[in-house]
């Protein structure tokens, strides 16, 4: 099975462990971006996964070419064009101190994308899942249209179309609501994944039962919920939601569901507490790569949702925003149930 992703990668720029953005006089340069991330820890894990997306031809653009291939992704189908690299800011919380996220997005080759700069035909050749999200069509007009193309393109060549809500409030600054252009988006998606608080804001769907803020997730309560999100999207065969509690900025609970409407079964995640986070950024881009990667397998929700977050929980170990974390790792994890011991 091959994996293709579209969106934007991104310089990513943070300032040393917990020091304030202008505090210090350096910043630690990597590459990121949620579409990216996804295709880089598939290709690792050893799916062939794609990567589409315009980069700018300098050496910024050369690097983070480098820095895909480095993870043995395909870039064959990333024109090369003139413009700039999007770039994000990233400030590490502590304590009562929330993380916070700047962008330098506009005017990124993404961000002018305009018809024909991708060849769809090349790009989804031998593909069997698409995967997008909600954050490209937030950077601008012509990248919500470029989505919404993707989608269509693969719909007409029964490529499965896989979308992550992944909401940005920061984004969506063109005149555009959020429901405008995703909602149609998730009308086009066969595989939808999501934190249940995003259901509101992207799709507008307000009906939804209002989840419980306190206590261990009820599994009873979400497979309504799973099956009130499928009945207004009929065309969803796989649905995961999320559910995160924050406790500080490094510690909160953990969960997910899955509902499989062709196999017709729901399962629930156990609920991790998570403590010492290192980096959560990246970390539901890594439950995403989970879903996808047991899609591939076959798996049944029940052993793919507890695969799917033995993933993100681990990303919360690893700095950055890809998952540096290994399939045999996280089976380690699952058998251990968390326990943290050394390997010898």
């Given at each position: ?31 990121g ?8 820890c ?50 590490a ?10 962008y ?12 024909g ?28 249209d ?5 989608a ?8 499965l ?105 729901f ?35 029940a ?7 033995a993933?993100?929980?681990?990303k ?12 045999p790792?996280?089976?380690a ?12």
């Amino acid at each position: 099975m091959r994996i293709a992703a579209f969106g934007e990668y991104m310089l990513r720029l943070k300032s040393p462990g917990y020091t304030r953005l202008l505090q210090e006089n350096r910043l630690e340069a990597t590459f990121g971006g949620a579409e990216a991330n996804v295709a880089m820890c598939l290709a690792a894990w050893g799916l062939p996964s794609r990567y589409i997306t315009l980069l700018p031809e300098n050496d910024l653009g050369q690097a983070a070419l480098r820095s895909l291939l480095a993870c043995g992704v395909d870039t064959s189908c990333i024109p090369r064009l003139p413009g700039r690299l999007g770039v994000y800011f990233v400030e590490a919380g502590a304590g009562d101190r929330p993380s916070r996220v700047i962008y330098d997005r506009a005017d990124s080759c993404i961000a002018r994308v305009r018809p024909g700069d991708i060849d769809w035909d090349a790009a989804l050749e031998g593909v069997d899942i698409l995967h997008l999200t909600g954050i490209t069509p937030g950077i601008s007009q012509a990248g919500a249209d470029e989505t919404l193309n993707a989608a269509h393109n693969a719909r007409r060549r029964g490529i499965l179309v896989s979308l992550d809500l992944n909401y940005r409030a920061k984004l969506f600054q063109f005149g555009k609501t959020p429901q405008e252009l995703l909602l149609p988006l998730a009308r086009e998606a066969d595989i939808l994944i999501a934190n249940e608080a995003q259901f509101a804001p992207c799709l507008g769907y307000t009906e939804l039962p209002q989840p419980p803020e306190e206590g261990e997730p009820d599994p009873e309560f979400y497979q309504d919920y799973c099956d009130a999100v499928m009945n207004l999207l009929p065309q969803v065969r796989l649905l995961a939601v999320t559910r995160r509690r924050s406790l500080s900025i490094n510690r909160g609970t953990w969960a997910a569901c899955i509902m499989d409407r062709d196999l017709g079964s729901f399962a629930m995640s156990r609920c991790y507490h998570l403590e010492d986070m290192v980096d959560r950024v990246g970390s539901g881009d890594a439950f995403t790569s989970g879903i996808l990667y047991a899609h591939s397998r076959g798996w049944e929700p029940a052993q793919a949702v507890e695969f799917a977050m033995a993933s993100g929980v681990l990303k919360h170990t690893v700095p950055g925003d890809f998952n540096a974390v290994t399939v045999p790792e996280i089976q380690a994890f699952l058998n251990s149930r968390g326990q943290a011991n050394v390997i010898r």
